[in-house]
């Protein structure tokens, strides 16, 4: 019953989202749901809810949005993202370019902040051409394509340790489905931009990618902070905050207005709520009745964990389901990176669907649509890419 009881969790989301409630009020809507159905108590509630304030895993994803949003007031106050735009096109000239390449590149910081950023280089680059929908699908899409593979996010690094899988065989077996992300998000929408701006070809690409240098120097200071240097995002973000306010020379005055302006409190109500939500579901214990569940599936093994991977990925993220599965796969197979590969994009295609996925949230609060909009969008492509890293998979096995 317990995974009948999380389905009408889901369900009860889905409906407010349907009637066109604010998102805040589905979240709400599901916690309610989950409370009655699992019979949490009030006391167990505030409980995790009090475990979310408390915990700096979770509240680090708070403070660095907020700190994202005030070096993105910071840059808008120095047309930093205008001029980096006007520097990729004459770099490319080439709008589809903009839109794909900037969010990858920035997908490289593990924040759901930088969301927002790449939301302001897709928009510029797709105005006129695609709506707030396919806006959104655009950002959210290749902006998480990094996520799938480099051994700065999470669940690649804690996938590796748990299968034994070294990254140096890893990554490279990533290479075919990160180029088949790329393709799926540029097929249905990029085609429709077209590829030239409406500027003049450059007539000096090495200044124009010298100005491009010394425009998006924050967001390459923050990659630098975390990859070479080993910070977490948090203290990374101060550290450039502090350079970037010496650059360009802000006054004290202009600091603290951005302080009020940065923050923006129906996008960390939702991101709140949607880390309180992943704790009620990960105090039910329904995850573990999952792979009992697939088990009397008359379908292969590997198919079986695909599922566990995709169905968890949705219910509780990324993490939770490597964590609970991956041991259990590994044991149940004699398997090898073929398998990590495949357990690794069926749980990045669920990110892309899961609604405690809170960069969807993000992504959703800044194109002004649902986010049960934004699902439906990237449903098809999350499916067609599973469906190719099936095949994939075996087509590895034979050599």
Partial sequence: MHLVYLALTFLAMVVLLAFKRPLYQAILGGLLVAAALFRISPMVILERVGGVLTSWESMSVLVSMYLISYLQRMLDARNQMKMAQADLNGIFHNRRINATATPMFIGMLPSAAAMLLCGDIVKDSTDGYLDRKEQAVVTSWFRHIPESVLPTYPGVLLMASLSGIELSRFIPAMIVPVAVLALLGY????????????????????????????????????????????LSVVPALLIVIVAAAIVYRFMPGDMGRMVISAFEPRLIVNTFLVLVLRELISYTGVLQLLPEALSTLPIPTYLIFAILFFLGGIVSGNTGIIALGTPLAFAAMDAGVELMVLLMCMCHAASQISPVHVCLVVASEYYNISLGELVRKTLPLALAFCILMIGYYNLLLLF
């Fill in 187 to 230: 097929a249905p929408f990029l085609r429709k931009i077209p590829k030239e701006p409406e500027t003049p070809v450059s007539s000096d690409k090495k200044r124009d990618a010298l100005n491009l240098l010394k425009h998006v120097w924050t967001l390459v200071a923050i990659l630098i902070l975390i990859l070479a240097a080993g």
